[in-house]
């Protein structure tokens, strides 16, 4: 069948074109440094991060516009069902005369106004400005602050997703070299020229080889979905890690320049959200204070009136009543039983707090640093030694497996070495984990690299 319909013809190029897009899986390749980049932009915590940030702005203008005219319209409407009678004197110049009831105004009334007012001095809310700038520097900072973690955690969760691929890698060659090991031996041994204990041991170690790479796989699987997880990326889409572990540790141990750096814990985000809190509190203390000071306002009011005994408003010939005010608001405090007094002592104690947090928070980044840097240092000298060992450890199963085939060694002492060697790996594979998770560690403490503003 030929489709001679140009309008058809779009369409199923269309159909076709829609369903291989949708049969094609999204794939995400990164290296470490594009994974904290998308981190940094699509993790959930930076997102809220971000929002905290636009809500802090919004907050400002909120503050800022309490301080600007503000008009608002109102109309009032009433139906005076059953009106309140008034006795009067029936004759003013005879007492005894007596009273007539009598009813005032109409039945139905409305009143449509508009009011324009105008703050004109407010000691609290000058105040409220000037906290309203520290609460966006505040939460600026609190997000440099969730950046840091932020960063921190795909290191984090990266070198874990290598290192679980990393051990499965090493799992697949120790099985194959323990199968050979044992299909070899079984062989002897249906010779006559091995013991079954031989085979038995071999046995024990290759099924034990078998079961930690069944537990890596699925440990691979989870690292990778706590991967996706730190980024916000949907755990039913595929991610691939460019990387390779060996080279992210070298660079780690390239960077051992860090340790000499200069140190200032002023600097760190953790001590200015510390001093943030502290200029909040004076701010605190001073919108308090404030509050024994007068305030005055001003307001222009214009309306309209109109009275019925019907509901006529809307017809052209009722009659309104224009009016306007113009008007003056001093409010003076004078006296509120020690209650501003009350308060303010509490502002007092507040700000006295935060500067003893922030002198705490002071001491605690002074502990970081020595801690990470210690910890650092510990990491790069755990690798060398674990590289060390792992030669030697390679060495002697090497050793080991030759001197059994030629009946020199036993099978136990064949699988100590093996099991001395699975051990030596176990600690190379930590201890490049470490070195990238503890300079990771490192960096955050002293803010470098501190991610720019997004």
Same mark, same amino acid.
């Given at each position: 069948?030929?489709?001679?319909?140009?309008?058809?013809?779009?369409?199923?190029?269309?159909?076709?074109?829609?369903?291989?897009?949708?049969?094609?899986?999204?794939?995400?390749?990164?290296?470490?440094? !594009?994974?904290?980049?998308?981190?940094?932009?699509?993790?959930?915590?930076?997102?809220?991060?971000?929002?905290?940030?636009?809500?802090?702005?919004?907050?400002?203008?909120?503050?800022?516009?309490?301080?600007?005219?503000?008009?608002?319209?109102?109309?009032?409407?009433?139906?005076?069902?059953?009106?309140?009678?008034?006795?009067?004197?029936?004759?003013?110049?005879?007492?005894?005369?007596?009273?007539?009831?009598?009813?005032?105004?109409?039945?139905?009334?409305?009143?449509?106004?508009?009011?324009?007012?105008?703050?004109?001095?407010?000691?609290?809310?000058?105040?409220?400005?000037?906290?309203?700038?520290?609460?966006?520097?505040?939460?600026?900072?609190?997000?440099?602050?969730?950046?840091?973690?932020?960063?921190? !955690?795909?290191?984090?969760?990266?070198?874990?997703?290598?290192?679980?691929?990393?051990?499965?890698?090493?799992?697949?060659?120790?099985?194959?070299?323990?199968?050979?090991?044992?299909?070899?031996?079984?062989?002897?041994?249906?010779?006559?020229?091995?013991?079954?204990?031989?085979?038995?041991?071999?046995?024990?170690?290759?099924?034990?080889?078998?079961?930690?790479?069944?537990?890596?796989?699925?440990?691979?699987?989870?690292?990778?979905?706590?991967?996706?997880?730190?980024?916000?990326?949907?755990?039913?889409?595929?991610?691939?890690?460019?990387?390779?572990? !060996?080279?992210?540790?070298?660079?780690?141990?390239?960077?051992?320049?860090?340790?000499?750096?200069?140190?200032?814990?002023?600097?760190?985000?953790?001590?200015?959200?510390?001093?943030?809190?502290?200029?909040?509190?004076?701010?605190?203390?001073?919108?308090?204070?404030?509050?024994?000071?007068?305030?005055?306002?001003?307001?222009?009011?214009?309306?309209?009136?109109?009275?019925?005994?019907?509901?006529?408003?809307?017809?052209?010939?009722?009659?309104?009543?224009?009016?306007?005010?113009?008007?003056?608001?001093?409010?003076?405090?004078?006296?509120?039983?020690?209650?501003?007094?009350?308060?303010?002592?509490?502002?007092?104690?507040?700000?006295?707090?935060? !500067?003893?947090?922030?002198?705490?928070?002071?001491?605690?980044?002074?502990?970081?640093?020595?801690?990470?840097?210690?910890?650092?240092?510990?990491?790069?000298?755990?690798?060398?030694?674990?590289?060390?060992?792992?030669?030697?450890?390679?060495?002697?199963?090497?050793?080991?497996?030759?001197?059994?085939?030629?009946?020199?060694?036993?099978?136990?002492?064949?699988?100590?070495?093996?099991?001395?060697?699975?051990?030596?790996?176990?600690?190379?594979?930590?201890?490049?984990?470490?070195?990238?998770?503890?300079?990771?560690?490192?960096?955050?403490?002293?803010?470098?690299?501190?991610?720019?503003?997004?």
């Amino acid at each position: 069948m030929i489709i001679k319909h140009p309008l058809l013809i779009v369409f199923f190029v269309c159909l076709i074109n829609y369903s291989a897009y949708a049969q094609e899986d999204t794939k995400y390749n990164f290296s470490l440094q !594009e994974a904290v980049t998308f981190a940094l932009d699509s993790s959930y915590a930076s997102l809220n991060a971000k929002r905290d940030v636009a809500k802090a702005l919004k907050q400002k203008w909120e503050t800022t516009a309490e301080g600007l005219p503000q008009i608002n319209a109102a109309v009032d409407y009433e139906n005076r069902i059953q009106q309140i009678v008034t006795p009067v004197p029936a004759d003013f110049n005879n007492p005894d005369a007596g009273f007539v009831n009598l009813r005032f105004g109409t039945q139905q009334n409305m009143n449509v106004s508009a009011t324009l007012s105008q703050l004109i001095f407010d000691g609290t809310y000058i105040v409220a400005l000037q906290a309203a700038k520290t609460f966006l520097a505040y939460s600026d900072n609190l997000e440099q602050q969730t950046k840091l973690n932020v960063r921190q !955690e795909a290191i984090r969760a990266y070198g874990n997703v290598l290192v679980a691929k990393n051990y499965i890698d090493i799992l697949d060659n120790n099985i194959a070299v323990a199968k050979s090991n044992l299909n070899e031996t079984r062989k002897i041994y249906e010779n006559g020229f091995a013991e079954e204990e031989d085979v038995e041991q071999l046995e024990i170690t290759y099924q034990q080889l078998q079961n930690q790479l069944r537990n890596a796989t699925r440990n691979y699987q989870l690292s990778k979905e706590a991967f996706k997880m730190v980024l916000g990326i949907p755990l039913d889409q595929s991610v691939r890690l460019t990387d390779q572990l !060996e080279n992210l540790a070298t660079k780690g141990l390239m960077t051992k320049s860090l340790l000499d750096e200069p140190f200032n814990p002023e600097s760190t985000i953790d001590y200015k959200v510390a001093d943030n809190l502290v200029q909040q509190r004076d701010l605190e203390l001073k919108r308090e204070k404030s509050n024994a000071l007068p305030s005055l306002s001003g307001f222009i009011n214009y309306g309209t009136v109109a009275n019925e005994d019907k509901f006529l408003f809307f017809n052209q010939n009722t009659k309104w009543f224009q009016y306007s005010i113009v008007g003056l608001s001093l409010d003076i405090p004078i006296f509120s039983s020690f209650r501003r007094r009350a308060k303010t002592q509490r502002a007092k104690i507040a700000q006295e707090q935060a !500067e003893t947090q922030r002198k705490q928070a002071l001491e605690n980044i002074k502990l970081d640093y020595k801690r990470a840097k210690n910890d650092f240092e510990m990491a790069i000298d755990n690798y060398h030694t674990s590289v060390s060992n792992l030669n030697l450890a390679q060495r002697i199963a090497d050793k080991n497996r030759t001197k059994f085939k030629e009946g020199i060694a036993t099978s136990f002492e064949l699988r100590q070495a093996q099991t001395q060697l699975y051990s030596a790996q176990n600690d190379y594979l930590s201890a490049m984990q470490s070195v990238i998770n503890q300079k990771a560690k490192l960096e955050k403490v002293i803010n470098k690299p501190l991610p720019t503003q997004q």
